[in-house]
């Protein structure tokens, strides 16, 4: 840089957004160099910042003037312009060497009218004209307050659920308080989850009902419209189930509920726009936590958001639920939230933000669970008194979303696609809890669908049982709900906060399990009277599914019914074919079996005879092997690797494994940090298990196995890792049965199991909360891409099929290969290799620490020609959800007996899945339908066959509530889900 260049340097303009750029002409610094000849400004760029000052000479533009130079002192910013002359000197006193930004203010511009500025320093006088300045942009801020809820975090449970209620009185007595404030600042208060309001409509005294109510009416509370901020570990049967609530809490207080929140949390379930809309909720708000994931979107972003059905709602990814408390909004202090609130306009320019209005999320205080306060009130009502902008209104989170929708719903992008949830492996973090869960969902399902059963048998079910439904629901989605424990939990485990919080959130999971197993014998104990009886005993097995299957019923049978040492047959009572048999284990009173039935009717039972000898039965033989075969595959296991080097399709003639995997299929390996929790490629430390030695696998008339032992690091020397690898001799089907004796280890560490597919060309899609996603086509960019949260299956397609695999207990997935560290926007899988993530403690805060003890969990298989959706998901959704079965004793002859097999009501269409069926409020039973194979669909007499007929069929909505009634037929689009409320005529006897 020459001389020439430093006398006069010239000023550049950088732009701040498309519409309001930092548009400066080039100027020359006139400058009059002190004698001691001290460096004067090397370079100056001014805009206008986005705020306008209320002064008592009139409104006062901003103007942010960035400087470099060496240092100045004594400063004075002196602005002119030719439509109000010289401005009074405005003092700034030192500025810092190098780059520093400076403010000074000035009455409105003319449009186009160029303004000349003079700094006047100790080392001398410098001019300089910005042309063409653009006025501050007239922003609106929406502020949003309420109370991010965390069930736990910073409290135990027990102090954070009823303090939830405490809130909502503290938020009325601040409206109460600020009725007289102006407009805009007027406390008002969003419920981000209607968990709390719920149980304050329960348990508060009418008068103090009537304020709530009454400032829901005024608009100055609002209530959103989830229940609790949900993880995708949840069922989209949860989803459902977490949104029956709503329907007696508008009728309460007698105002739709239009806007659902999910905050912290950066995922939510594909499901949603499927159910919210029908119930009258329009927007979703997503205050999402950018803390080990990635955000979707590089600006705060309204579109509409589809599921697969392409039914919409207004989606609003919106910066940090905190973010206003990132300007400490809470402390009052109008500089700070001023500075805060400044910088993050100019982001939203400089990102070309589209609206001239905008949505900041903050609590009471900087904390989650944190109460009401009046405090941004007062700041508001101060703030609006001295700026004419940007206006700020405290708010509630309906009004920009209304804005968006009126303003800008027809330019708004459309994103089909599913939002999958980078937390959820945290749930990695107890993978006995989450396999619980996980199994506690299906077996809800099961036994829903049996009293919905007994309900079209005409049986009317007891309210207590109905209730029990609600309470497993509910236990299960506070353990699916986000908050796994306390903030410390891995910094200090021992704490007594880390203990009690994990102590109270397993709680909820376990509890669900004990009142699961109590509600299944409340259900048998509704729906046996249907069961015919013979003079044997009788294995009714039942199918709560919309077509006929066959699987595996596994059922406890008394001694006294099966003797442990003799013959036996189980027969079909219908067919009189065989159903082979399989033991488990055995307690002293009986042993657990495994029956292979085939053809239980679609929502219907098939009846087993039980039939015993005298002769004494064979032990049932076991044999070791490596290679096994049957009518469908060829499977051969390397028992150095402990993986499986062959799996032959026979009926295809392809091999399923691909041999130049760097892991072998059904492999086990442990993955270790090798410093902290910091997800960077190559730090991470792998290892296969190893010391594998061959075991006797059964040979039974089921299934056949191989059976492998052997040692993992981080698992006990002895029993510390097992797998069993069955075929099955009844249908094409291969399982893997794990099972590990987990030692409690603090450091970062993970546990996998590999599964490389072969087939050249294969593309995977998952079943996520309600369709199926293609990684990387159909997720929003930004959501979860490194790992996925899988249903009820995975699918390989390739040109001859697919492979559709899964898991019960184990729902997270990398796909491609083992992707920590590489934080894709996009998923890229370049292989179908499925890396089955069973268990880690990788996170900094919140979830387990460590794992300890047994372990058991399994996986399912299959290859089809076959690559429909609707044949994977009758494999996947057959797999995970099963079959129940019940023990009848014999009876005495002489009764008039029923059918042996019956089907109660089946729809014979493979597209379509009924991903529910329960009774229905007031009688009858609700089916939840879903189309899965992208086919439009028709249900009518034809394929819809009922055991009795039809008395009533209406289409409802997600809450019941009724759309059409009297319908005789229903048309299903492509992906559409749907909700039908059915009653059947009582034949009279």
């Known amino acids: 840089m020459n001389s020439m260049t430093k006398r006069f340097p010239v000023v550049w303009a950088f732009p701040i957004c498309a519409r309001r750029a930092w548009l400066l002409a080039g100027a020359l610094a006139l400058a009059a160099f002190s004698s001691a000849g001290a460096e004067l400004v090397r370079s100056a760029t001014f805009a206008c910042a986005p705020k306008v000052l209320r002064t008592p000479e009139g409104e006062r533009w901003v103007v942010t ?10 400063l004075v910013v002196t602005a002119s312009a030719a439509s109000w002359g010289r401005g009074k000197p405005q003092p700034k006193g030192r500025l810092a060497p190098r780059k520093a930004e400076l403010e000074f203010e000035i009455p409105p511009l003319k449009e186009g009218e160029p303004l000349r500025i003079r700094f006047d320093s100790a080392a001398g006088s410098q001019d300089f004209e910005a042309k063409a300045l653009e006025p501050p942009r007239r922003w609106t801020v929406y502020l949003s307050q309420h109370t991010h809820t965390d069930i736990g975090y910073t409290r135990p449970q027990t102090e954070i659920l009823p303090e939830s209620l405490r809130f909502l009185d503290f938020a009325l007595d601040y409206c109460d308080l600020t009725d007289d404030y102006p407009e805009d600042a007027k406390f008002r208060w969003t419920c981000e989850t209607f968990w709390a309001v719920r149980e304050f409509l329960k348990s508060r005294p009418p008068a103090q009902l009537e304020r709530l109510k009454r400032r829901v009416r005024e608009g100055r509370v609002e209530i959103a419209g989830l229940l609790l901020n949900l993880s995708e570990i949840a069922t989209e049967s949860s989803i459902w189930a977490s949104l029956q609530s709503l329907r007696q809490l508008q009728g309460s207080v007698d105002v739709p509920v239009v806007t659902a929140m999910q905050n912290d949390v950066n995922g939510a379930a594909w499901c949603l726009p499927d159910y919210l809309p029908g119930i009258g909720i329009r927007y979703l708000t997503m205050g999402v936590n950018k803390t080990r994931s990635i955000l979707p979107f590089d600006q705060p972003t309204a579109f509409w958001w589809e599921a697969p059905s392409g039914r919409r709602l207004l989606a609003y990814r919106a910066d940090h639920y905190h973010l206003g408390n990132f300007w400490a909004i809470h402390t009052g202090d ?64 309906r009004e920009f979303l209304e804005y968006v929708e009126k303003e800008h719903g027809k330019e708004l992008a459309v994103h089909r696609q599913a939002w999958p949830d980078w937390w959820t ?5 107890a993978a006995r809890e989450t396999a619980a869960s996980r199994e506690t969902h299906t077996a809800l399902q099961v036994t829903e669908g049996l009293l919905a059963m007994a309900a079209l048998r005409g049986r009317s079910v007891p309210e207590p049982i109905l209730r029990r439904v609600a309470e497993v629901h509910e236990n299960l989605m506070f353990y699916d709900e986000h908050t796994f424990g306390a903030a410390e939990s891995i910094d200090d485990p021992l704490a007594d906060n880390s203990q009690v919080q994990w102590s109270e959130k397993s709680a909820y999971v376990w509890t669900a399990v004990k009142d699961a197993n109590l509600l299944r014998e409340d259900a048998f104990g509704v729906f046996q009277e249907f069961l015919p009886r013979a003079e044997v005993p009788i294995l009714a097995v039942v199918n709560t599914l919309n077509w006929p299957r066959s699987g595996l019923a596994q059922v406890f049978i008394d001694h006294q019914i099966l003797p442990p040492d003799r013959e036996f047959r189980i027969v079909d009572a219908e067919t009189g074919e065989l159903a082979p048999a399989q033991a488990l284990s055995r307690r002293a009173e009986g042993s657990y079996w495994a029956v292979w039935t085939r053809n239980i009717p679609a929502l219907g039972y098939r009846l087993f005879r039980m039939e015993t000898s005298d002769r004494p039965r064979a032990a049932q033989t076991n044999a070791i092997a490596t290679n096994l075969e049957n009518d469908y595959y060829a499977l051969t296991v390397d028992p150095g690797k402990g993986a499986v080097t062959r799996l032959l399709d ?9 041999p130049s995997a760097p892991w072998g299929f059904g492999q086990l390996l442990r993955e270790t940090l090798t410093q902290k929790r910091d997800f960077v490629p190559e730090r991470f430390r792998r290892a296969a298990w190893t010391n594998i030695v061959v075991q006797p696998g059964a040979q039974g008339p089921v299934w056949k196995s191989v059976t492998l032992a052997g040692r993992l690091e981080g698992c006990a020397e002895t029993n510390g890792a097992r797998v069993e690898i069955r075929l099955y001799q009844t249908e094409k089907r291969v399982e893997f049965h794990w099972f590990i004796r987990k030692l409690p280890v603090p450091t970062a560490e993970a546990v996998y199991v590999a599964f490389p597919f072969a087939p050249e060309g294969g593309r995977i899609a998952y079943e996520a ?33 697919q ?35 069973v268990m880690n403690n990788y996170w900094f805060t919140n ?10 969990w399994h996986y399912f298989l299959t290859s089809t020609r076959d690559a429909g959706n609707a044949a994977a998901a009758r494999f996947g959704w ?112």
């Open 334 to 397: 109008s500089a700070k939230f001023g500075a805060g609130l400044t910088k993050y306009l100019r982001s939203l320019e400089q990102r070309k933000y589209p609206f001239d209005r905008a949505a900041v999320q903050f609590s009471g205080y900087h904390t989650d669970n944190s109460p009401p306060s009046m405090i941004a009130s007062d700041l508001v009502r101060r703030w609006n008194e001295q700026h004419v902008w940007p206006k700020l209104r405290v708010s509630v989170a």
């Open 65 to 74: 003037a960035l400087v470099e130079s060496a240092g100045l002192s004594n």
């Open 425 to 429: 492996d945290g749930f990695g973090s």
């Open 878 to 989: 057959g797999s995970r959800v099963p079959l129940a079965a019940r023990v009848l004793p014999p009876i005495k002859t002489g009764k008039a007996a029923g059918p042996p097999a019956l089907s109660l009501l089946s729809i014979d269409v493979p597209g379509v899945l009924v991903v529910d069926t329960r009774p229905a409020a007031g009688g009858g039973v609700l089916l939840h339908l879903r189309e899965v194979a992208g086919e439009a669909a028709a249900l009518d007499t034809g394929n819809v066959r009922t055991w009795s007929p039809i008395e009533a069929a209406a289409e409802v909505n997600a809450l019941g509530e009724p759309i059409q009634e009297g319908i005789e037929s229903l048309a299903l689009k492509p992906y559409e889900v749907r909700f039908v409320r059915l009653r059947l005529a009582t034949p009279q006897n």
């Open 847 to 856: 979830f387990r620490p460590t794992q300890e003890g047994d372990f058991h």
């Open 803 to 837: 492979i559709v695999w899964g898991s019960a207990g184990a729902p997270l997935m990398q796909l491609g290969g083992i992707n920590l560290g590489k934080w894709q926007p996009v998923t890229r899988v370049q292989r179908p290799h499925v890396y089955s993530w």
């Open 650 to 658: 026979k009926e295809s003639g392809l091999d399923l494994v691909d």
């Open 769 to 801: 909360q309600g369709g199926l996603v293609r990684p990387g086509l159909d997720q929003i960019p930004g959501s979860s891409s490194d790992w996925q949260t899988m249903q009820n299956f995975l699918a390989v397609r390739h040109p001859q099929g």
